[in-house]
């Protein structure tokens, strides 16, 4: 019912900014709940943030909470994460999801941020 496309990510030196864009489709996606996640070589994949498409409430990891910043364009039915102070830890690939209950179920191919020293 969603597909989901990100784009955004290259590669940047520490103390940037990149903002990640999530284009989302379909017949039915007003309803949902969309997250980023990110996830490191050799690393489980890591809860970043989400926001409701109709609304615009927020969560965010606690642990990345002041650097990244996720909102919404509901007319273009796009999603945003804005990531600011790039460490070189903050290297992944970046996906956006959506949930239409408590699971993620249609997720985006990805897109790769590199942050060098």
């Known amino acids: 019912q969603v597909q989901l496309v990100e784009s955004g990510g290259g590669l940047v030196q520490a103390g940037g900014s990149l903002r990640l864009s999530c284009a989302a489709s379909g017949r039915t996606f007003s309803s949902y709940t969309v997250g980023w996640f990110r996830q490191a070589p050799g690393k489980e994949r890591e809860f970043v943030a989400n926001?409701?498409?109709?609304?615009?409430?927020?969560n965010y990891a606690e642990s990345l909470k002041g650097r990244f910043t996720i909102s919404r364009d509901n007319a273009k039915n796009m999603v945003y994460l804005q990531i600011d102070s790039l460490k070189p830890e903050d290297t992944a690939v970046y996906y956006c999801?959506?949930?239409?209950?408590?699971?993620?179920?249609?997720w985006g191919q990805g897109t790769q941020v590199t942050v060098s020293s």
């Open positions: 926001i409701r498409w109709s609304g615009g409430s927020t």
């Open positions: 999801a959506a949930a239409s209950g408590l699971d993620y179920n249609y």
